[in-house]
């Protein structure tokens, strides 16, 4: 779609900042408030809302500098006939292709985007009542991007499960959602979804701490194992391997509850 646009100035107490924007880096505000100079600050970019109503698309942190040192108005590009997702996307857009998003960012930025992919993980995330930050705490993921990633390899309903299990067995203890914990419950719940349950995961794991369970694990892998490499395929068979020694433990080998190994399952 085009849009109409123009170059106009505009007072910058006119000019709203948006939930789409990154989380605002005030050191940076701090360097270009005190290098600041007229003539490199360039252009903001601004979507028009209304009369004297305006959103910051692309310079929150120009923006944000010039009101500190008391700059009332500025040269700006003026969009309009942008819609609040238009807007989102836009930003997401062209800061991937110019100064890269974080993970945390891109997400907020998806989500306020509409992007289909972010909506299905805020779903599951408000379903298990988890959010995302940047800060880690009980309930809240640090690591968005993995995230994405288990959408993508592991699939929708293993995200859902593995959360379901989390909350239900540690009640969002931070070690259980680490990187490496959320790729190997993830990947357990994608194997095992036709036995498994929040309810059973709790039964068989809510008595472990997720802390002893993690550093088991990077016993295990030898200590290779990390937030970069969670998702071998190598270091995923030795966390469901783990995982399913503990589920089984104390079930006898006809029971309707223990987990078979995969070749147990195919009868190798």
Not at 38 to 62: C, N, T
Not at 76 to 93: K, L, Q
Request: charged content about 25%; glycine content about 6%; some cysteine.
């Amino acid at each position: 779609m085009r849009y109409m646009q123009s170059i106009e100035r505009v007072p910058l107490n006119e000019i709203s900042i948006e939930t789409y924007q990154r989380v605002l880096n005030n050191a940076r505000v701090k360097r270009i408030a005190d290098n600041f100079d007229p003539a490199r600050v360039g252009v903001l970019l601004l979507s028009k809302r209304g009369p004297h109503s305006y959103a910051i698309v692309d310079g929150q942190h120009r923006l944000c500098a010039m009101r500190q040192i008391g700059v009332q108005d500025a040269v700006c590009i003026v969009v309009v006939g942008m819609t609040y997702e238009d807007e989102a996307n836009y930003f997401r857009i062209q800061s991937r292709d110019s100064n890269p998003l974080n993970a945390y960012s891109l997400y907020k930025a998806g989500v306020e985007a509409k992007d289909e992919h972010f909506l299905r993980i805020e779903a599951i995330l408000e379903k298990n009542q988890y959010t995302v930050g940047l800060k880690a705490e009980p309930m809240v993921i640090t690591a968005v991007n993995t995230l994405s990633r288990v959408m993508t390899v592991q699939g929708e309903r293993a995200l859902d499960l593995a959360l379901q299990c989390i909350r239900l067995a540690w009640h969002g203890d931070s070690t259980a959602l680490r990187r490496e914990m959320l790729a190997g419950i993830s990947e357990f719940a994608r194997r095992y979804e036709s036995k498994l349950t929040a309810a059973l995961f709790n039964k068989r794991f809510g008595t472990l701490l997720p802390a002893d369970l993690f550093f088991e694990y990077r016993a295990r892998s030898e200590g290779r194992v990390n937030a970069h490499n969670a998702f071998k395929p190598i270091y995923l068979q030795i966390f469901c391997g783990m995982l399913r020694d503990y589920y089984n433990k104390g079930l006898g080998s006809t029971s309707k509850l223990r987990l078979k190994t995969e070749d147990e399952q195919y009868g190798v």
